[in-house]
């Protein structure tokens, strides 16, 4: 069985990585050949495929470089099953909180929801049909008056009811012809063509009808569970009555009413007993799991006690999972041995070898990222499609203020969070949201009521603008 994973080449991976992170070359290559390799396993014949294991990937680099970046694109291209988790939030098994087998148990709930995804986009053009069936029996119920008139049939129910209202027998209209129900049929059928064409053609927009929706009501609640504490989802459908699914009656226009319609016939048209099924399979032959912070796990403490009590804990409970080992899940076991993990940790406080010798061993390839350098924040604000400056012009557009900058603006405003990050705690790039904010902080104020509605920053009015940070950093008084 050949599984949907993304094809794109190394270099095509790396393009894409371009466009949103700059440098860190090293690292893009790593993630781009190691989802690569997931599609190259999936070209051999199924009997060699269980001897290709996936090569871990230990990212190391400061904050504020680029490594959560990668991930989350990275998860935008792969078409797999992708979740991004932090070390920080697991305990050792017997401590209150989250095991790290939790991981593995999002990993699926992710894939499930992609697979749903994927089966429900397969079915969509018969949903859709099933559904405009639906809503035009819908709207022809609701509206006699404007697409039919009620029946003076002699012989029809309503006939009759009208009749015997006034105290009048059925004697009276005995020598009428009997009710033609294949003309009312046609009738029935002639009017709910007019009404599709109407709401194919969108003249029945702002229309509103009245639908039934379907309002689960599934709590979670912790519980200890051999694995240690977990969130279990309540099955609403199971339980019925305060925790389970009710229809409710409710009131909406044609096209929101087709958007409901549609959603409810496609999870009709959907196996979702086959939709688990091949989601367990995807998370285990090409789920990958992103661990960030994996440094705040590694300590240099011997001690027994205080905050780092469950940190080796945690990575003595990484090890079977990521060397391969069989987790529960609500919707069956889950094999993790063809699962890619890749780590990521600043390592501020602690070194690599910090880690256990096993944990490290299973993370074999080592990608080291790049401090960012005044260079580097010049591309960071202009190249990448969601550029800081690009984000900052587009806000303010919607206040009808034209906002712009000079090229010396630009290498000024890098030069100073360059400075600002060497002089103080380097955060990476993230020191250039901090810059930017101080610098526009007044024009994003006043913006809605500002009468010059255009505005260009060059090299002196960064300097002026800033001036004060720069002071008072020199000084020490502030950490931008």
């Known amino acids: 069985m050949t599984l949907p994973i993304e094809d794109l080449t190394p270099r095509q991976i790396v393009a894409e990585l371009d466009k949103y992170i700059v440098g860190q070359n090293a690292a893009k290559r790593a993630v781009a050949v190691a989802l690569r390799n997931r599609y190259r396993r999936q070209q051999l014949p199924e009997a060699e495929r269980d001897d290709v294991l996936p090569k871990n990937i230990l990212m190391i680099g400061p904050t504020g470089v680029g490594k959560t970046e990668i991930a989350r694109r990275l998860a935008q291209m792969a078409r797999a099953p992708f979740v991004k988790v932090e070390a920080t939030k697991f305990t050792e098994v017997g401590y209150v909180g989250r095991d790290v087998e939790s991981m593995v148990r999002d990993l699926v709930a992710a894939a499930v929801r992609l697979v749903e995804k994927e089966r429900m986009e397969a079915v969509w053009p018969e949903a859709e049909a099933r559904a405009v069936d639906r809503l035009v029996e ?233 401090a960012l350098t005044e260079t580097d924040f010049r591309k960071i604000l202009l190249e990448p499609k969601n550029a800081l400056t690009k984000q900052y012009v587009k806000l303010l557009a919607t206040e009808g203020v034209e906002l712009s900058f000079s090229d010396d603006a630009l290498d000024e405003i890098a030069k100073i969070a360059a400075d600002v990050n060497a002089k103080t705690e380097n955060i990476g790039a993230r020191r250039l949201h901090t810059v930017m904010e101080r610098l526009l902080e007044e024009i994003l104020f006043e913006a809605p009521e500002v009468a010059t509605k255009k505005v260009h920053f060059t090299r002196k009015e960064v300097q002026e603008s800033l001036a004060k940070v720069a002071k008072d950093v020199n000084q020490s008084r502030l950490v931008l």
């Open 138 to 370: 819908l709207i022809d119920e609701e509206e006699p008056t404007r697409y039919r008139h009620a029946p003076h049939i002699p012989g029809h129910p309503l006939f009759s009811q009208v009749f015997d209202s006034f105290g009048q027998s059925g004697e009276e209209v005995e020598e009428e012809e009997p009710y033609d129900y294949e003309a009312e049929e046609r009738k029935t059928q002639e009017r709910r063509s007019k009404i599709r064409e109407e709401l194919l053609a969108g003249t029945l927009g702002s229309k509103s009808v009245e639908v039934e929706t379907e309002e689960s009501s599934n709590p979670f609640v912790q519980v200890f569970t051999p694995q240690g504490m977990e969130e279990m989802g309540i099955d609403g459908n199971q339980l019925g009555g305060a925790f389970g699914s009710k229809r409710t009656s409710r009131r909406v226009s044609t096209s929101e009413a087709m958007e409901i319609l549609i959603g409810e016939e496609a999870k009709k048209l959907v196996d979702q007993t086959a939709i688990r099924r091949d989601a367990v399979n995807r998370a285990e032959q090409t789920g990958i799991i992103f661990l960030d912070e994996i440094d705040k796990v590694a300590s240099k403490s011997s001690g027994g006690s205080g905050p780092d009590v469950s940190r080796e804990g945690v990575q003595r409970d990484l090890l079977p999972i990521i060397e391969g080992s069989t987790v529960a899940s609500k919707f069956g076991p889950v094999r993790t041995d063809h699962i890619l993990f890749v780590a990521a940790g600043a390592f501020h406080m602690a070194k690599p070898s910090d880690l256990i010798p096993e944990l490290q061993g299973r993370l074999p390839i080592r990608v080291e990222l790049e």
